[in-house]
């Protein structure tokens, strides 16, 4: 088999896997969908072998464990501005972009090489919908209607560092894995849980969603 063929072999395997896993949680992806997030993939493996930008590797497995991942809070997407607080490489930001093209996504994170990253990943897939603010959260004042942290930190840290604009009205969105029990009990008491939900990605067993807003 020549180089040519085996590698549509492997693009139509992985699009296959990625379009499969997003009807196996009632995500709406497109063909044309599925075809930027592996761009996504494909340009985020190139990047992560020079800089490192995540502890995932291959495309196949961040595939899984990245771009579905993010997805799974799709249904979970209110409002006109989503903020991705601590972004790193675009996830879940990214993901979510492409399938929300008619939604504003502004990616946060302090870290220059991966804000590099983000604008390249911006420029390189036409993701008008997106802006990336080089960062701290806590130094963020622009708008928010829905605010996404994941992989951040401990639930009292991550509504302590999106407190502003949690207080005007955002709802934070912070993605867990196991049921993060303990964390709940130290939520301070300026922040209240709306929901704990487990949700369904494929391949993994312990996947959870806060929803947490401020009662201040």
Same mark, same amino acid.
């Not at 139509?12 to 896993?21: P, S």
């Given at each position: ?86 972004? /790193? =490489?675009? %996830?879940?930001?990214? &993901?979510? +972009? ?7 996504? *502004?990616? #946060? ?71 993060? /029990? =303990?964390? %709940?009990?130290?939520? &301070?008491? +300026? ?7 487990? *949700?369904? #990605? ?15």
């Amino acid at each position: 088999m020549s180089g040519k063929s085996g590698g549509a072999k492997t693009e139509a395997g992985l699009r296959g896997r990625l379009l499969a896993g997003a009807k196996a949680m009632n995500v709406p992806l497109t063909e044309a969908g599925a075809g930027k997030l592996l761009d996504y993939l494909r340009l985020l493996d190139k990047w992560n072998r020079r800089f490192n930008l995540s502890g995932v590797s291959g495309i196949g497995e961040m595939l899984d464990r990245h771009v579905l991942d993010s997805l799974s809070v799709a249904s979970l997407m209110s409002g006109e501005t989503i903020v991705d607080a601590g972004s /790193g =490489a675009g %996830l879940p930001g990214i &993901p979510l +972009a492409v399938l929300f093209p008619g939604k504003h996504f *502004v990616l #946060v994170d302090s870290n220059g090489k991966k804000t590099r990253f983000l604008l390249q990943a911006k420029l390189e897939l036409g993701l008008d919908n997106v802006r990336v603010e080089h960062c701290r959260i806590e130094d963020y004042n622009g708008p928010a209607d829905l605010v996404v942290c994941r992989a951040l930190a401990t639930l009292a840290d991550c509504a302590a560092k999106t407190q502003h604009m949690l207080s005007r009205g955002a709802m934070l969105l912070a993605m867990k894995g196991r049921h993060p /029990g =303990a964390e %709940l009990a130290r939520l &301070p008491d +300026a922040f209240s849980v709306e929901f704990m939900e487990r *949700v369904h #990605v494929p391949g993994a067993s312990n996947r959870h969603v806060a929803g947490i807003r401020s009662s201040v």
